[in-house]
């Protein structure tokens, strides 16, 4: 059974890890179908009942995006808030699509990983930050998975660096 990666970077040719670990996932077919939210909405006029019935044929999802500002890319926000509704993804005999189906996440933090401790600049690890995105799969009662996170990646322009993240993440995705 293929891994749905959902990608939500709104200029993933400028990125670096994220464009990497893609290119990589791509040299998949088989393995891996990957879905850019900003490539196929560029106008953030998303297909709710496309989205929902994609989601339904997999069961292993993982939704790939840089940090922005402590969260995810706008229209990722959007997605969950526009897709993830009452009926389909929650509350009623007919809702939870998601039940059970294993569901992770992939992000590339520019900051460093001491950043994100209780030490260090924000006072917060990741975990905490994150805990909107875990709170939000259980409450649709997927199967949410620690997620994947390569760290410093504002500053990760040594190929060494960026091919090591890929080969970690790459190991991720093939074990979730």
Do not use: C
């Not at 939870?96 to 600049?121: F, H, P, R, V, W």
């Not at 409450?139 to 410093?152: E, I, R, T």
């Amino acid at each position: 059974m293929k891994t749905l990666i959902i990608l939500t970077h709104p200029n993933i040719e400028n990125s670096v890890t994220n464009k990497r670990w893609i290119e990589e996932l791509e040299k998949y077919p088989n393995n891996f179908d990957i879905h850019q939210l900003y490539k196929v909405y560029p106008d953030e006029k998303i297909k709710v009942i496309a989205e929902q019935k994609l989601m339904e044929k997999y069961n292993k999802i993982i939704f790939q995006f840089p940090l922005y500002w402590f969260s995810s890319p706008p229209l990722l926000k959007k997605w969950f808030d526009e897709v993830l509704i009452y009926g389909w993804a929650f509350g009623s005999k007919s809702g939870y699509k998601l039940e059970n189906k294993k569901i992770g996440l992939a992000i590339s933090a520019g900051a460093t990983e001491d950043n994100y401790s209780l030490k260090g600049e924000y006072k917060h690890t990741l975990k905490e930050i994150l805990v909107p995105f875990e709170l939000t799969f259980k409450y649709v009662k997927a199967n949410y998975h620690p997620y994947f996170v390569n760290y410093g990646a504002d500053s990760d322009t040594q190929s060494e660096v960026i091919e090591e993240s890929t080969r970690k993440y790459f190991f991720f995705v093939n074990a979730f």
